[in-house]
């Protein structure tokens, strides 16, 4: 399954459409089909994304739980949701 698929999928468990992730992702919603029709989500985009939608974005080796947040986003991105923005 594509990252856009999986990404559509978590989408309607969370009852979230594309403008309003564009909206939390600070883009526009034309930006944001463009992204899902393309497949191009890079790894801050789905930092946010999983933010937006009350997740966690991770990566598991060998047993080993790597999280992935805000805080590993540039200053410029995660400075959006300072001031206690949650998904």
Known sequence: MSVANKVRMVMGLKKKKAPAMA???EI???SFRNKLTRDSFNTW???EI???LGG???LEVDGQRVVFGLEDLPEDRAGKYAGGKEG
Do not use: G, S, V
């Open 23 to 25: 909206a939390a992702m």
């Open 45 to 47: 985009d789905l930092i």
């Open 50 to 52: 999983a933010e937006e």
């Open 28 to 30: 526009n919603p034309q």
């Open 56 to 58: 966690t974005l991770l």
